[in-house]
């Protein structure tokens, strides 16, 4: 009988992508959730101890903070690193930048997300782009939700020889949907003042080859971002290759106007009816 080593899997920043990164780790066979550190003390952290979640603070004062809020504190920071074998590390932008010393200190691998820049691992990835080009790395940056949407999507029409070049407008939502009540734009709309917006040539560190431009244009609302692109192809394609194209993806879903999916609103409905674990960001 095979006994497999589980990767125990510390993540720091239990928010819009720790909590659902926690969660995708219970449902690996080959992974265990070492922890989840944060700084609050509030719902956000609870769900985590309901969860059964080993709960971490960032330093001693927020593990007091914790502690008075009731919540059963195992250690800080320090103490998940010397449990983990691995930090997924979803603390806001640029706080990621400067918890890397220690990872690095405690000789941990470690991934960080689209907040931080290429530069802080030297190596951006998007599964289905540049999996290979992960194997035996100490780092990676995940790129963010838009960066990959455009890889996967570029990706399938490249991987079947149709992609030449693609020029893009993304509509992005104006903040995430827990945080709605704190500010957003609301009856306007934000155009991007630099184009190209950032998220092309982000999608680029992942795929230097991707010729890609894109504009961007911030929306008054929470549900999700929406993409609008101009492909040129390497030739004349019908309709069912460019399907056929998309369906190679295991990360694309493609979906019908006649099941009445007309809409983001009733999309993101169906995607929590099927249990979607990300349903709610993009
Ligand atoms: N929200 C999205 O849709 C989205 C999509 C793709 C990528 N990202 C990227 O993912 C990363 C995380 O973003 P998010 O939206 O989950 O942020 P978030 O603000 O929802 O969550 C961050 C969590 O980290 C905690 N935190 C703050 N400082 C900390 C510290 N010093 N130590 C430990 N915890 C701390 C916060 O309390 C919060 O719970 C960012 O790089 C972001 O750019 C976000």
Known sequence: MVIMKKIKVGINGYGVIGKRVADAITLQ??????????????????IAGEKKYPVFAFDDDYKKQMINAGIPVKGNLEDLIASADIIVDCTPKN??????????????????????????????????????????????????????SILRTLTTLKKAGLLKKARGTLLR???????????????????????????????????????????????????????????????????????S?????TRITLINYTDGLTANNVIKEWMLAKGCLVAGYA
């Open 29 to 46: 066979e080959d992974m265990e959730l070492a922890g989840v550190c944060d700084v609050v003390s509030d719902w956000r952290i609870k």
């Open 95 to 148: 706080i990621a930048a400067k918890n890397i010393e220690k990872y690095k200190a405690a000789k941990l691998k470690f991934i960080v997300h689209g907040g931080e820049k290429h530069e802080v691992t030297g190596h951006s990835f998007s599964a289905e782009s540049n999996y290979r080009t992960a194997i035996g790395r100490e780092s990676t940056r995940v790129v963010s939700c838009n960066t990959t």
């Open 173 to 243: 939502r104006a903040t995430d949907p827990w945080e709605s009540h704190l500010g957003g734009i609301m009856n306007t709309l934000v155009p991007e003042k630099e184009i190209p917006s950032h998220q092309g040539p982000d999608s680029q560190t992942v795929d230097p080859e991707l010729d890609v431009i894109t504009a961007a244009v911030k929306v008054p609302q929470t549900l999700s971002h929406l993409h609008y692109w101009n492909v040129q192809l390497t030739k004349i394609a019908n309709k069912e290759e460019i399907l």
């Open 245 to 249: 194209a998309f369906k190679t993806s």
